[in-house]
């Protein structure tokens, strides 16, 4: 046999070897590319670099902000995984109002009154969430979210630091720059329910003498205060707000 017939009939079989190995390995792709007409399918494979975001840049969850005489807590210590802030991990029902408000000019013999302009101003911001708690760590996390609210509605009393001084002010931030931004905010009042119905959930806090539980499903009720300095309001501009101006900047006008 010829040096030119025996090469031939290698190749053959290292063919037939590759079919059967493609069959083997993909039977759906081999039967689906033996029907294509030729030059069909690419004879090469491209790659695309994956772009990966900053998830803090993207994370536009609801989130109340730890003042920084609360950042050495220890009980708080679980809010300094969510970038220092109480989360709401799941999307919350938050309920916002602004008002003008009127006074009525009301001449003898006419038909119209006239509305006289007085104030305007930004209404409490209430926040009802709800909170599920599966393990130890989701039940620490609970109860540094029930402490820190605890803690925003006390002053600074007794033999305390900064004595004399009201609850600190914290801010509100969620869904992206163009609604709450840096929103300086008071906590007025919280409320959480203890369901009976539900299973609770032990927490292991460090230093605590005995055991510590949370409900494993609670929703938390939260009225907020929006609260602007003298210094702050002076700066307000309605030609600025409009344009966006005031959106970026650490004033949290809304």
């Not at 083997?24 to 081999?30: A, E, N, R, T």
């Amino acid at each position: 046999m010829a040096l030119n017939d025996i090469v031939n009939a290698v190749g053959t079989v290292v063919n037939t070897v590759n079919t059967v190995n493609d069959f083997v390995s993909d039977p759906y792709g081999f039967v689906r590319g033996s029907t294509l007409p030729q030059d069909a399918m690419p004879t090469f494979k491209t790659q695309t670099s994956a772009n990966v975001v900053s998830a803090e840049e993207n994370d536009w969850r609801v989130r109340l902000t730890v003042p920084k005489q609360f950042s050495g807590s220890p009980v708080l210590a679980p809010l300094q995984d969510t970038g220092g802030s109480l989360v709401f991990p799941f999307t919350p029902n938050v309920i916002m109002q602004h008002s003008a408000t009127y006074s009525t000019l009301d001449p003898v013999h006419n038909n119209y009154p006239f509305p006289v302009y007085q104030n305007s101003q930004i209404d409490d911001i209430q926040i009802i969430g709800d909170y599920y708690v599966e393990n130890s760590a989701d039940a620490e996390y609970w109860i540094a979210a029930i402490h820190f609210l605890r803690s925003m509605s006390k002053m600074f009393y007794g033999d305390t630091s900064n004595q004399g001084s009201p609850p600190p002010i914290t801010r509100l931030n969620g869904y992206g720059d163009y609604v709450f931004k840096d929103m300086p905010v008071l906590v007025t009042y919280f409320t959480v329910n203890f369901d009976p119905e539900v299973n609770y959930i032990k927490a292991d806090i460090p230093g605590a003498s005995g055991s510590t539980w949370a409900p494993s499903h609670s929703a938390i009720t939260v009225n907020l205060k929006p609260v602007y300095s003298r210094d702050t309001v002076r700066t307000f501009s309605l030609d600025k707000f409009v344009n966006g101006d005031f959106i970026l900047d650490s004033r949290g006008f809304i």
